[in-house]
Structure formats: structure tokens, C-alpha cells
């Protein structure tokens, strides 16, 4: 048993933006592990994030998902920056991602990568 962790990027480039990704997971995946949502603007990502993933078509965090709910600051054990997925299937692979760069009073937008992170067993 592996366990592997794969990256999948999306830039955000306007003030209130919303970016759809779609990826491929390889083809030796047996299941899901985990999930989490980082960026290089940590706090943008925070306060002005909110997105939808799926897995293999179905929905695991609904439209709207605040983005702080996946985060993981530093004081976390590095074996529990994850998401629990419960072993999901990963069926077709196909995992996507839905984000939405969202208007915050105290934060000015900045264009800022999202990164999703997905752990699983191969």
C-alpha cells in the first residue's frame, strides 16, 4: 500500500471570478484518502473562498463550500492536514473543482493560485 499525494492548480485572475478544473487522477488509484485546498494567498483563499468539488461526478463538498473548512495551518500534525474522504472510490478518476473568488470587506483581490490536494492509495 502507497499512498500518494497529487497536486491540481487553478489561477485566479479577476475579482470575483469563478474557475472550473477538471483532472485525472492515475489509473493505479484504489481509493480516496483525503482532500485539502491551499494557495499562495492563504488569506485571500480563506476569506474570499468558496468552491464545489466532485468526485467521479458526484458531489462531495456543495457549491458554496467555504474554502477555510479544507485549509490546514502549520500547527496541524503534518499526518492530519487532510481532509477524511473515507476511503472514497475514485470510479472514473475524474475529480473536479469549482471556485469562486468571492468580494471580502478586508481583503482587496489579488490574483492568487488555488491548489487542491488529493491523497490516495494506490
Not at 79 to 97: A, L
Amino acid at each position: 500500500m502507497d499512498i500518494v499525494e497529487k497536486r491540481f492548480d487553478i489561477q485566479i485572475a479577476q475579482s470575483g471570478q469563478t474557475v472550473s478544473g477538471k483532472f485525472e487522477l492515475d489509473k493505479t488509484v484504489k481509493v480516496i484518502k483525503g482532500v485539502k485546498v491551499t494557495s499562495d494567498r492563504e488569506d485571500l483563499l480563506f476569506y474570499r473562498g468558496t468552491q464545489k468539488i466532485e468526485i467521479n461526478g458526484k458531489e462531495r463538498f456543495e457549491e458554496n463550500y467555504e474554502s477555510k473548512n479544507l485549509q490546514s495551518s502549520l500547527n496541524v500534525d503534518l499526518n492530519n492536514r487532510y481532509k477524511n474522504m473515507r476511503d472514497t472510490d475514485p470510479g472514473n478518476g475524474i475529480v473536479s473543482i469549482t471556485y469562486k473568488d468571492n468580494q471580502h470587506q478586508l481583503f482587496a483581490f489579488a490574483a492568487y493560485r488555488v491548489s487542491l490536494y488529493v491523497q490516495y492509495e494506490i
